[in-house]
């Protein structure tokens, strides 16, 4: 079965950066895109960008652009997504998310991650 | 970017009572719609694709309409695990971006 599982929560101090990992299992790796999904405590769902695990290639949210860092090893069958210059506001869950059909980027959001707690804080 | 507005922000309804919540593109999104269901402390659950495909797993009191900018989310009759939060998703353009949820709440 499809399983995606992110790397622990983190604590980080406001300006440091943090890697959060997705190991995927149970299905191609290569073949479906992967997207980070943000939510902040008490908030809504906010996309941050996808990555094609195939060819490295990446989509950004313009919010993050320039801040965000979306990568893979193939290898190993994982995503990594790296946020810089943490902010308070920065603290969140965050979710990698398989999509349902492979090969398509605008396919619907269908296998989560657990997510990872990221807190920003002094 | 393309904004979601979901209506209502939240809802109170009774076990078996039939519940619509609706959702309005800020332009025509076609049929590239998606409903999510959050529990607490959960990740996102993909209930309905393509406006109005039932994803696999999901109850057939799940049900989902509309296209264009208009589309709704019904659920025939409220089961106790189904009070949740509800998220709507377009998927026509980027960036994705979601409704700010309808949170379904036990009368």
């Known amino acids: 079965q499809v399983q995606l599982v992110q790397s622990g929560a983190e604590l980080k101090k406001p300006g440091a950066s943090v890697k959060v990992s997705c190991k995927a299992s149970g299905y191609t790796f290569s073949d479906y895109y992967m997207h980070w999904v943000r939510q902040a405590p008490g908030q809504g769902l906010e996309w941050m960008g996808r990555i094609n695990p195939n060819s490295g290639d990446t989509n950004y949210a313009q919010k993050f652009q320039g801040r965000v860092t979306m990568t893979r090893d193939t290898s190993i069958r994982t995503a990594y997504m790296e946020l810089s210059r943490l902010r308070s506001d920065d603290t969140a869950v965050y979710y990698c998310v398989r999509v349902r059909s492979e090969y398509n980027s605008g396919s619907p959001l269908d296998y989560w991650g657990q997510g990872t707690l990221v807190t920003v804080s002094s | 970017d393309i904004q979601m507005t979901q209506s209502p922000s939240s809802l109170s309804a009774s076990v078996g009572d039939r519940v619509t919540i609706t959702c309005r593109a800020s332009q025509s999104i076609s049929s590239y719609l998606n409903w999510y269901q959050q529990r607490p402390g959960k990740a996102p659950k993909l209930l309905i694709y393509?406006?109005?495909s039932l994803q696999s797993g999901v109850p057939s009191r799940f049900s989902g309409s509309g296209s264009g900018t208009d589309f709704t989310l019904t659920i025939s009759s409220l089961q106790p695990e189904d009070f949740a939060t509800y998220y709507c998703?377009?998927?026509?353009?980027?960036?994705?971006?979601f409704g700010q949820g309808t949170r379904l709440e036990i009368k």
């Open positions: 998703q377009q998927s026509y353009r980027n960036p994705i971006t």
């Open positions: 393509a406006a109005s």
